[in-house]
């Protein structure tokens, strides 16, 4: 693994110009992207990217890791809802091209469908995540199988804990969830993880230097051969 450790403003500018270089170099790519506070600044700094030419993608498609069961995409907590707000409004891609999973899947079978959609667009080049204060990548829990493709999944108590904030009441947190799974994310050809503040540090910490375990989801990128970790001086406090 990689790691890029600086500011939160810094570390998001770098992993924009990962953007910059991978769409100049194939204007068609394929992102892998991702929801949360954690991306937040990356996806403005590409809005500010793209309105001043430095970056297009016009004919980019993307693959978002993640729904909840049960929200479409008028609401305000869904995916797509965050996707369309904080950034596909903001840049040059076509609507048609972004690709969030729906929350109405039936079961796995038709949820696995996603991961067909992905292979036929040539598979992800470049994979954006953040990370679960439980290892959590996209939203496979810990003891999610490495072979995982595109799943439901019941979220931990303490995912609907943690995203509760941005929901009225933790009844309001669906309690199920449609992810990417970890064979998924893995097939990506290059993956990115930011992690910022000091209550990532201890889950960065086992990311990075415990064993690659599903008890971590996050660790199993270990195995990956280009993942790189984009993170502030908080979040990289405990490492050694
Ligand atoms: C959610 C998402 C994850 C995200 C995590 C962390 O559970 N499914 O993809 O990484 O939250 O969120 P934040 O970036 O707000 O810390």
């Keep these: 693994m990689k790691l890029i450790i600086g ?6 500018a770098q992993a924009a110009q990962r953007y910059v270089e991978l769409l100049g170099k194939k204007p068609d790519a394929v992102l892998g992207l991702a929801t949360g506070s954690t991306p937040l600044a990356l996806y403005a700094e590409l809005a500010r990217l793209c309105a001043e ?7 980019a498609k993307s693959y978002n890791l993640d729904e909840y069961i ?3 995409g008028s609401h305000d907590q ?4 965050f996707m369309d707000h904080n950034l596909f409004q903001h840049i040059d891609i076509k ?3 972004t690709h969030v999973p729906s ?3 039936k079961d796995d079978e038709e949820a696995a469908r996603y991961d067909a959609e992905i292979d036929a667009a040539g598979g992800i080049d470049l994979q954006l995540l953040g990370i679960g204060n439980n290892g959590h990548i996209g939203f496979n829990e810990p003891l999610t199988p490495f072979t995982s493709v595109t799943h ?4 931990t108590d303490s995912t609907r804990e943690a995203n509760k904030r941005f929901f009225s009441s933790l009844d309001e947190v669906p309690t199920h969830a449609v992810t990417m799974g970890i064979h998924t994310v893995m097939k990506a050809r290059s993956i990115m993880l930011l992690a910022f503040g000091e209550g990532k540090a201890e ?3 086992k990311t990075v230097q415990g064993r690659p375990d599903t008890a971590v989801p996050a660790s199993l990128l270990q195995l990956h051969e280009d993942v790189t970790l984009y993170l502030d001086e908080a979040a990289a406090s405990k490492l050694s």
């Design 7 to 12: 500011s939160k403003e810094d570390v998001s």
């Design 53 to 59: 030419g430095k970056v297009s993608f016009a004919r």
């Design 70 to 72: 049960g929200l479409d």
């Design 78 to 81: 869904s995916y797509r809802y």
């Design 95 to 97: 609507p048609e091209n």
């Design 103 to 105: 929350g109405f899947v």
């Design 152 to 155: 439901i999944v019941k979220l």
């Design 203 to 205: 889950i960065i910490k």
